[in-house]
């Protein structure tokens, strides 16, 4: 396992288009978080899963950013009617959590990201 | 709620001086995890040390050793012989592992500018 991947690295769409993110996340990690960035901020949290359970949605997550985990493995962000406060850079990651699972692997792995430019 | 605050939003310290970023954070949980992350320009984010809320004993990794105060929320990271491959935004993040609450949160962040 070679950590967590995420593809495509860069997108370009055009205003208005549906976009779709996925992770591959560290095999045994229960949980899969996604997070957005922008320049020089830090990641703002947009939702996590604990296995196939979608646990937690942050505000930031409209009614156009959808997220699914089918199965518990990998994950998919998808975005519907892009806007330009869209771009940003998305992250993923995916961490060992819940309370079988104190100790040393409890840190987050962080995907390189997919970075969004909505023209 | 949690919340993770970083006061620092830009530093610099001088090669191989000692410096150190702050943060403290907000919960009513007494079992978490604290984290700093590093995220060099343009590249992926790593982990630079972990601390167990219950662990007295502050963590240290090589150059790096934090200062975890629990009772003043307050988690440090001291950076010792700054070198120019630190250069890069320095993020605490806060995660319990209880049940269903298992958020990561992170801080806004601090820019560590090491000079030759």
């Known amino acids: 396992d070679t950590g967590v991947s995420q593809d495509p690295r860069h997108k370009i769409t055009k205003r208005g288009q549906n976009v779709t993110f996925r992770c591959d996340p560290i095999?045994?990690?229960?949980?899969l978080y996604w997070y957005r960035q922008t320049l020089g901020q830090g990641p703002e949290f947009l939702t996590y899963?604990?296995?196939?359970?979608?646990?937690?949605k942050s505000r930031l997550l409209s009614d156009r950013f959808s997220a699914e985990r089918p199965k518990g493995s990998f994950s998919t962000l998808e975005i519907q009617r892009t806007e330009q406060g869209d771009s940003a850079m998305y992250l993923c990651a995916s961490s060992l959590g819940g309370q079988s699972y104190p100790g040393r692997n409890t840190e987050a792995f962080f995907g390189q990201g997919t970075r969004l430019t909505v023209v | 709620a949690q919340t993770v605050t970083q006061s620092q939003p830009e530093m610099s310290v001088q090669e191989a001086e000692t410096v150190t970023l702050s943060c403290t954070y907000d919960?009513?949980?007494?079992?978490?995890?604290l984290f700093w992350y590093k995220q060099p320009p343009s590249r992926q984010m790593i982990l630079v040390i972990r601390q167990e809320a219950y662990k007295q004993q502050n963590a240290t990794e090589n150059r790096f050793s934090v200062n975890f105060q629990k009772a003043a929320k307050s988690f440090s990271l001291k950076i010792s012989d700054s070198q120019l491959g630190d250069t890069a935004m320095y993020f605490c993040a806060f995660m319990t592992w209880r049940g269903s609450q298992g958020n990561l949160i992170f801080g806004k962040g601090t820019k560590l500018s090491v000079k030759p």
């Open positions: 919960t009513s949980e007494s079992n978490y995890y």
């Open positions: 095999s045994e990690h229960n949980r």
């Open positions: 899963f604990q296995n196939e359970a979608q646990l937690e």
